[in-house]
């Protein structure tokens, strides 16, 4: 089992590029979610989805889109990249989501920088 | 608004010197409080869920504990591996999940 798999690991882009960040989960879960992680600050959830054709904005959803075509993917996109979009993106997946509270399984994470 | 704080936010510790790490957290009806273990460039792994306050959960040296108003997670003497950022997590009865900033634990051989 690969778990929960994020690439690219490592991204630079220039302010205004756009970019996709991908995930994909084999543990056929139906809840899958994306976090940004900040220098003394909180994981904080961006957008998240509870099965394939459904997704739903979190706490920080402005300047990303995403979509969910099938169980195993949800990719993240960065339309037009600012600076402060600069931060650690992770990829979480669980059995039940939000629903159950069930636990998060976690990616390694994509490291973006915007300059 | 859900709120997660964690203390203090680094811990040194000498090898064999147990210590305890707190979350304290202010919840719309807690339908789970989560403890999650997070190493340099890795993303966090899950360690526990607590549901009641009382409850109490146990994986090698490390043990969370859980109140009304806080969760504790004790480490009897660490080793240096157990070095990390330990995560607390709080879920909701509005089905959000809020985390806190971390606590770093730098166990010293």
């Known amino acids: 089992n690969a778990g929960v798999t994020q690439t690219p690991k490592f991204q630079v882009l220039k302010t205004g590029q756009s970019m996709t960040l991908q995930c994909a989960q084999d543990m056929n879960h139906e809840y899958m979610s994306w976090y940004r992680q900040d220098p003394g600050m909180g994981l904080r959830l961006i957008h998240y989805s509870v099965g394939a054709g459904i997704t739903d904005q979190g706490e920080v959803p402005n300047g990303y889109n995403v979509s969910r075509s099938t169980t195993e993917d949800f990719p993240l996109r960065l339309l037009s990249a600012a600076p402060s979009q600069t931060s650690v993106y992770f990829c979480a997946s669980s059995y039940s989501g939000l629903k159950g509270h069930s636990p998060l399984h976690f990616g390694n994470g994509t490291r973006l920088t915007v300059t | 608004e859900d709120q997660v704080t964690q203390s203090p936010e680094a811990l040194r510790l000498q090898e064999g010197e147990s210590s305890s790490l707190n979350c304290s957290y202010t919840?719309?009806?807690?339908?789970?409080l989560f403890w999650y273990r997070q190493d340099p460039g890795k993303g966090p792994e899950f360690l526990f869920t607590?549901?009641?306050a009382g409850e109490e959960k146990e994986k090698e040296r490390l043990k969370a504990t859980l109140t009304k108003k806080e969760s504790f997670l004790h480490i009897t003497a660490p080793k240096p591996e157990d070095s990390a950022t330990y995560l607390c997590a709080v879920g909701s009865n509005d089905y959000k999940l809020s985390f806190g900033a971390g606590t770093t634990v730098t166990v010293r051989a």
């Open positions: 607590l549901y009641s």
């Open positions: 919840v719309s009806g807690l339908r789970g």
